[in-house]
């Protein structure tokens, strides 16, 4: 039984059943159904066509709730006559399912259940064990948000830009559980790359894979934090490096920059150097211009004074913090770098103890607190 | 995100109203009191922003470890001055502003006379365990 093939298929059957007349929610709980059945009959019994199979069940399905709701109030059949089953691409079906899960009027954490479910055949059990919130809570907010877009047409495309972010969010959720939500952001962003032409999805498909080819390095023990520099490059996945530089030149190659392929590039620089000091930062520093162009994010202008700082030094690097606002999350930490790198240890020391009160994870705040400690070391035994 | 609603019956700001303990409200007043909390978090769970509550009993003790193959030292139960955690809850909420609008909420429970207690809550975030991934 090949679970994945099964996760693959849901997004395309449940198009086909949409663009058959089916409401989504209906489509969704039909293939589901259908799901369980493939379980409990592929393994004696296998298809010879599994999309097919599951089309034709799934369809079953809802004629019969659609035949059970209608006869309970007493109303005539809705649908009567069933469409041929058969071969359905139907790839714009799909992609207008990404579009619907990700509709803007869904707050970004229903988007996110609903995407991995509804395209990413994810149980209803996973996705909560992945969020570390009740199962029951995360079937409402599921069924909340299918609600919220029942009424949406499936006619007009959406907005890519929100699929993409919602992927995004998917794949910076490290959660615990057994399910790699990276590895389903990236494994659902390969689909969504077959489905369209547009090459800031190639770039983010990019983005995840050169990030996530950096993963076994980026904690040690204990899940404390390795910084960039000091990660041991000999673990990064030199195939997933590879494969994410080549998606991104072929984008790049488009000359259709956005965002994504701007972060890319910045991450192909940092992937392709064999050390940390061999860094090409002055060719980093000119994508986060473009980003910065592209954007006008303040965080992208923070990240992009480490940047400057590792390029021109460090007092460079606190020049162009001027304008980044101070309350930004982890404005204390790039200001506790920069003035360590300076050489002033002591407000160095001072910066990061107020970035690890400030910090947002575990292990960022660990890792501040170990930097604060360890400079305010350095400084007290007059190390240079 | 997710955020502790932590519930101190003493230790935080100078109470707005000054409620006797609950076990001298009428019956009725506790009735109501009880059901609005649990409506609250029914109605959290239909919204899909429920994740955990307990109540606490409310004697408590304070433990540390006191050296090598000696009995841990207790303090308690707790003074009167120390502070009484009586509960929490657990939600799981796009933005602190929602927890903050959640809190507000959850503090305006009737108290011994009906009208709202005003109870004082605090809200911490939930350090997440992941990373993001920009560096």
């Known amino acids: ?384 | 995100m997710k955020y502790l609603l932590l519930k101190h019956y003493r230790g935080g700001p100078s109470p707005v109203v000054d409620y006797p303990p609950m076990d001298q409200w009428k019956p009725e007043r506790v009735d109501a009191h009880v059901q609005y909390m649990r409506d609250f978090a029914a109605r959290l769970e239909e919204t899909g922003e429920f994740v955990d509550e307990r109540a606490l009993a409310p004697g408590g003790t304070f433990v540390r470890y006191d050296g090598e193959g000696r009995p841990p030292v207790t303090d308690g139960p707790f003074a009167e001055t120390k502070d009484l955690i009586a509960g929490w809850m657990i939600i799981d909420v796009e933005s602190w502003d929602r927890a903050v609008e959640l809190a507000g909420e959850l503090s305006a429970a009737p108290g011994a006379d009906g009208e709202p207690i005003y109870e004082w809550l605090e809200v911490r975030p939930f350090l997440s365990e992941s990373l993001t991934v920009t560096e």
């Not at chain 1, 080819?213 to 390795?226: E, K, W």
Request: charged share 25%.
């Open chain 1, 1 to 384: 039984m090949n679970e994945s093939l099964l996760r693959e298929l849901v997004p395309a059957v449940i198009g086909v059943l949409v663009r058959r007349g089916a409401d989504f929610a209906s489509a969704e709980d039909a293939v589901q159904e259908a799901l369980i059945r493939a379980l409990e009959t592929w393994p004696d019994d296998p298809p010879r066509d599994p999309k097919a199979w599951l089309v034709t069940v799934a369809w079953h399905r809802f004629l019969d709730a659609v035949r059970a709701e209608a006869s309970r109030r007493g109303r005539e059949v809705a649908v009567e006559v069933e469409p041929p089953a058969g071969p359905a691409p139907a790839t714009d079906d799909t992609l207008r399912l990404y579009f619907l899960c990700a509709h803007p009027t869904l707050p970004p954490s229903s988007a996110v259940a609903l995407t991995l479910r509804a395209v990413g055949g994810l149980t209803t059990r996973q996705i909560a064990t992945a969020y570390l919130v009740p199962e029951a809570t995360m079937a409402q907010r599921i069924s909340r948000a299918k609600r919220r877009i029942a009424g949406l047409p499936l006619d007009r495309p959406g907005d890519l830009g929100t699929v993409l972010r919602v992927l995004y969010l998917v794949f910076n959720e490290g959660y615990g559980g057994n399910l790699d939500l990276a590895g389903e952001a990236i494994r659902i962003a390969r689909q969504l790359v077959a489905l369209t032409d547009e090459p800031e999805v190639a770039g983010l498909l990019a983005l995840m894979l050169l990030h996530h080819a950096r993963r076994a390095s980026r904690t040690g023990p204990g899940g404390r934090l390795v910084p960039l520099a000091e990660q041991d490059r000999s673990r990064w996945d030199t195939a997933l490096i590879g494969e994410g530089v080549a998606i991104l030149q072929a984008a790049l190659a488009r000359d259709r920059l956005g965002e994504y392929q701007a972060q890319a590039a910045i991450a192909a620089l940092h992937a392709d150097a064999r050390s940390a000091c061999e860094t090409d930062w002055v060719q980093i520093v000119e994508w986060y211009d473009e980003l910065l162009r592209l954007t006008g994010s303040p965080v992208v202008r923070l990240n992009r004074a480490v940047a400057v700082g590792e390029a021109d030094g460090a007092q460079a690097g606190l020049a162009a913090l001027a304008g980044v606002r101070p309350d930004l999350p982890r404005y204390a930490a790039v200001t506790a770098y920069l003035h360590e790198r300076a050489g002033d240890l002591e407000r160095a020391a001072d910066l990061y103890a107020e970035a690890s009160r400030a910090a947002t994870s575990v292990p960022e705040r660990d890792h501040l607190t170990r930097e604060a400690a360890r400079v305010r070391h350095l400084s007290a035994n007059g190390a240079p």
